[in-house]
């Protein structure tokens, strides 16, 4: 059953990572099929549980518990304060079904502390560590390479000193004309009529679709009122990827942290 659940998972995993990166838009099918499957096989394993060498039938039921627990907090947190979007949060809560144990123990995940976090923890740790290895590093470096050219990237833009470094590691500084009909980033600025200047907007809040798209509306009229010419714009990492990735590594090695740290020792 493990094995099913590994197999469901990487599957529709790879499909989400495949649309997130072609239309940046997915549909809920892999994650309902992901949630669908991880209850029945979940159910499955409970009820063979006692015939396992790994897990009894109460160990189980508590990870499974605990696991679907951070799973679903994490997932609603992480949507809320905009550092997931909606088709990352929803991926995270039916894997959080799914991944409640390992299927074995080898390696690193035989140290004690893996007895005391859910999976779905070590899985979402390391989608955060390989977002933030791959995602930032490039911009800002991107970001450092046209200032050293001497380009100007904030002096027609109303920003402090934390949101100037937030937005050279989340985004960049795009033509106006290039910025249009994209669907792969989000503007970064507002035009704030009291100033009459323009303004980096909070570059984690996450919008709805609908939302998203009102907004660009205006802000590309904006665009056209005011003249502008460059625009900061949020670059969309590709969620699923790197949750794919979080799961696959946490599956063969668990949590990165302690791996690293397992071995230093």
């Not at 995993?13 to 549909?27: P, Q």
């Not at 979007?85 to 991944?99: E, P, Q, T, V």
């Amino acid at each position: 059953m493990l094995y099913i659940q590994i197999a469901t998972v990487i599957g529709c995993l790879i499909f989400g990572a495949i649309m997130d990166l072609i239309k940046r838009e997915i549909s809920d099918i892999p994650w309902i099929i992901m949630a669908i499957e991880g209850v029945i096989t979940t159910i499955i394993i409970l009820i063979f549980a006692n015939n396992s060498s790994l897990y009894t039938r109460r160990q189980i039921g508590i990870l499974v518990a605990i696991n679907l627990v951070v799973g679903v907090v994490i997932g609603y947190l992480l949507y809320y304060t905009g550092v997931m979007g909606g088709a990352d949060a929803k991926a995270l809560m039916a894997l959080s079904i799914n991944s409640s144990v390992y299927p074995f123990l080898i390696g690193a995940t035989q140290i004690e502390i893996y007895n005391y976090l859910p999976s779905i923890f070590n899985s979402f740790f390391n989608w955060l560590l390989a977002m933030v290895i791959i995602y930032p590093l490039p911009l800002l470096f991107y970001n450092i390479y046209l200032k050293a050219k001497g380009t100007k990237l904030f002096d027609d833009t109303n920003a402090n000193f934390a949101s100037k470094f937030l937005m050279m590691i989340s985004g960049y500084l795009i033509p106006t004309e290039k910025a249009v009909n994209r669907t792969d980033i989000v503007y970064s600025e507002t035009f704030e009529e009291e100033e009459e200047k323009w303004e980096i907007k909070h570059f984690m809040q996450v919008q709805e679709i609908e939302e998203e798209e009102e907004f660009k509306k205006e802000i590309e009229q904006k665009i056209k009122e005011t003249g502008r010419k460059r625009i900061w714009v949020k670059v969309l990492p590709p969620g699923i990827v790197f949750l794919l990735i979080g799961y696959i590594v946490n599956l063969v090695a668990g949590n990165m942290l302690f791996l690293i740290y397992h071995f230093a020792l």
